[in-house]
């Protein structure tokens, strides 16, 4: 079946603007996470979500960042004013979202460069 | 806090030489999950295993195998007859019981180097 999938695939940008990443999960998955990946940090986690709702929104980066998913399927992932240190990969996972702990399956991510 | 540590950046070996990847975790909780991704030039994140805290056995699949040792807390990944399609980016990831809402903790990567 269909893998995760995320788009744009890349995405260039001037700083200042907004940008809008998207992600549609496995179908059946429940649970969808957003990662970002960068030289400097590595694979950070950023949000969770268990259907539309997000328990937890300390990961994300600043109050720049907002993700919402309506529909318990695509997530959006808004990023406002894009600065530089933005630039990365965006990483999207979903999971069955039945249990404690499952095997999370990544997108193929949405590269980001901000000038 | 977990913490995951991946401390060869890069390896580098010869086609069909056999190459161990080092995972060394830490973590609180006695319950835990233990994963190893691939990630080749595309950039998609490959899931390869998946190893619960309480299960301590080594696994074998094809060339791969891991070797799980709860006393050392290391999660090390072989490949058995390296081939160049092997050559990617490998991360080892910790999850702990906490739910959804923790996330995957990731190393820094391997980068290993299949050379023909």
């Known amino acids: 079946g269909a893998g995760v999938s995320q788009s744009p695939s890349n995405k260039v940008t001037e700083k200042g603007k907004d940008v809008e990443l998207r992600c549609d999960p496995i179908?059946?998955?429940?649970?969808l996470y957003w990662y970002r990946q960068s030289l400097g940090q590595g694979l950070e986690f950023l949000i969770y979500f268990q259907g539309n709702s997000a328990p937890d929104k300390s990961g994300l980066p600043s109050d720049r960042f907002s993700a919402e998913r309506t529909g318990g399927s695509v997530s959006t992932l808004t990023i406002q004013r894009t600065q530089q240190e933005d630039s990365a990969v965006y990483l999207c996972?979903?999971?069955?979202?039945?249990?404690?702990?499952?095997?999370?399956?990544f997108g193929p991510g949405t590269r980001l460069l901000v000038l | 806090a977990q913490k995951v540590t991946q401390a060869q950046t890069e390896i580098s070996v010869v086609e069909k030489e056999d190459v161990t990847l080092d995972c060394v975790y830490e973590?609180?909780?006695?319950?835990?999950?233990l994963f190893w991704y691939k990630q080749p030039p595309s950039g998609e994140l490959v899931f390869l295993i998946r190893r619960n805290s309480f299960d301590e056995q080594n696994e074998i699949s094809g060339r791969y195998s891991w070797n799980f040792q709860k006393s050392t807390s290391s999660f090390n990944f072989t490949i058995t007859a390296s081939q160049v399609v092997d050559s990617a980016v490998y991360f080892c990831a910790l999850k702990g019981s906490g739910g959804g809402a923790d996330g995957l903790t990731f190393g820094k990567g391997t980068h290993l180097i299949i050379q023909p």
């Open positions: 179908s059946g998955h429940t649970a």
């Open positions: 973590t609180r909780d006695t319950t835990y999950y």
């Open positions: 996972a979903s999971s069955l979202g039945q249990g404690t702990v499952e095997t999370q399956y």
